[in-house]
């Protein structure tokens, strides 16, 4: 156990919904990484934040948004949703040296 | 544009065997890991490089880390059954992780 935990552990939707998939990490972490695994694709990184605040961006949709509130969750909100959109999201968290990343058990979207 | 590449994809090998995974990656970067995944489960990290020359050790599994070749390598010693699993290394990017393919790993009784 890794100490990141992420809610829901699996999401059915139809295409067109919203949905948001939250993200708590270890105790004193505070910085959250999502990352989305996909089939074709493979892994690729979405968006990190910093106690708070965005510092880096990777190959997040427009449709995608994020956000790291003061309790240092974080959400992930994902609209419009598409067939292609269904995979494997997981978020990360690491201390302040950022040098490991430890990774949440994931959610699983199906989008149908 | 920073690239992971990693070969092999798959493999499939016997019990007991020796065998290495290679990850070379396009630009410079002095930090890379190595993390392994079962089938529908998260990401477990298994090591973490962070300089050149590097080597860490646990158990059968050893990486170690070249940055002027841009080269890591996973070597696993007298493989067991246990040790199926797929294995990504992935680099740092400015605070991103840009991951290789990962390489479906397949031990045989």
């Known amino acids: 156990d890794s100490g990141v935990t992420q809610t829901p552990k699996h999401l059915i939707t139809a295409t067109g919904q919203r949905v948001t998939l939250r993200c708590s990490p270890r105790s004193g972490d505070l910085s959250v990484y999502w990352y989305q695994q996909s089939l074709d694709q493979g892994l690729q990184f979405l968006i990190q934040y910093y106690n708070g605040e965005e510092r880096a961006k990777g190959n997040i949709l427009e449709r995608f948004s994020a956000q790291q509130f003061p309790d240092l969750h974080s959400e992930l909100n994902l609209s419009s949703l598409e067939l292609g959109d269904s995979a494997l999201y997981f978020c990360a968290s690491s201390d302040t040296s950022g040098n490991e990343q430890f990774f949440g058990p994931g959610t699983r979207l199906t989008v149908l | 544009e920073l690239k992971v590449e990693q070969n092999p994809l798959f493999l499939s090998m016997q019990e007991g065997k020796n065998y290495t995974i290679y990850c070379n990656y396009s630009?410079?970067?002095?930090?890379l890991y190595w993390y392994r995944q079962d089938p529908g489960k998260s990401l477990e990290s298994l090591f973490v490089?962070?300089?050149n020359g590097a080597v860490k050790q646990e158990g059968r599994l050893m990486a170690s880390l070249d940055t002027k070749a841009r080269l890591s390598t996973l070597h696993i010693t007298a493989a067991v059954h246990d040790l199926s699993a797929t294995y990504f290394c992935a680099v740092d990017s400015n605070y991103q992780l840009i991951w290789g393919a990962g390489t479906k790993l397949i031990i045989k009784p």
């Open positions: 490089l962070l300089s």
């Open positions: 630009t410079t970067s002095d930090r």
